[in-house]
């Protein structure tokens, strides 16, 4: 018996000895520029351990306002987890892991948020026409996350961020290609996190 890579990044003990790349780069930088760190990680392990530190890093690294609402108090967080989780497990689920000591790259300035995973748009895809379709570059990672409910493998990913960050009064996310790389900007409420 062998095991895959999929069973390695899921289960393994250290999927980092056979699969350098298997590494979320987590950071959260003053301003708006990626010149001065206030908080990084490197973030390394199995596929859910990593989820789980990834949104541990992203709580301790966002704003959370409180206001009163017929006298109870009402928590706002800087921008709807839900969306952030779907983009890094988007970007876990269709990254190039050919692109070896590559890793995830997840950006937290002041004004934004910036998911950045190695690995253009598979052919046949473009940016205008992601929302509605589903193609996997590894498969078998979409079929564990189909089946643990966390995708859906119909091409509903665009539009759920979309809608989370409307509903949480934001821009919708950009989704852009890089080179080869596929980045997901979240722009945050700035001053207005209130409002």
């Not at 298997?22 to 708006?32: M, P, Q, S, V």
């Not at 959370?64 to 006298?71: C, D, G, M, N, Q």
């Not at 996350?145 to 009064?169: Q, S, V």
């Amino acid at each position: 018996l062998h095991p895959t890579n999929a069973g390695l990044l899921f289960f393994g003990k250290d999927p980092l000895e056979y699969i350098p790349q298997n590494e979320i780069r987590i950071a959260r930088f003053k301003g708006a520029t990626r010149t001065e760190f206030i908080d990084s990680k490197e973030i390394k392990g199995p596929i859910y351990n990593m989820l789980d530190e990834v949104e541990l890093f992203f709580r301790r690294n966002t704003r959370l306002a409180s206001k009163i609402v017929e006298f109870k108090r009402v928590d706002l967080p800087e921008y709807p987890y839900e969306a952030i989780r779907e983009a890094v497990i988007n970007a876990i689920a269709h990254r190039d892991y050919t692109y070896r000591y590559t890793p995830i790259m997840f950006s937290i300035f002041d004004d934004r948020i910036e998911v950045n995973n190695p690995g253009g748009l598979l052919p046949g895809l473009n940016i205008k026409s992601l929302e509605g379709h589903h193609a996997s570059r590894n498969k078998k990672i979409c079929d564990i996350f189909h089946e643990t409910k966390d995708m859906e493998k119909f091409g509903t990913g665009i539009g759920k961020m979309k809608r989370l960050m409307k509903g949480h009064g934001l821009a919708e996310p950009e989704f852009l290609e890089e080179g080869n790389f596929f980045v997901v900007k979240f722009h945050g409420p700035g001053d207005k996190i209130l409002d």
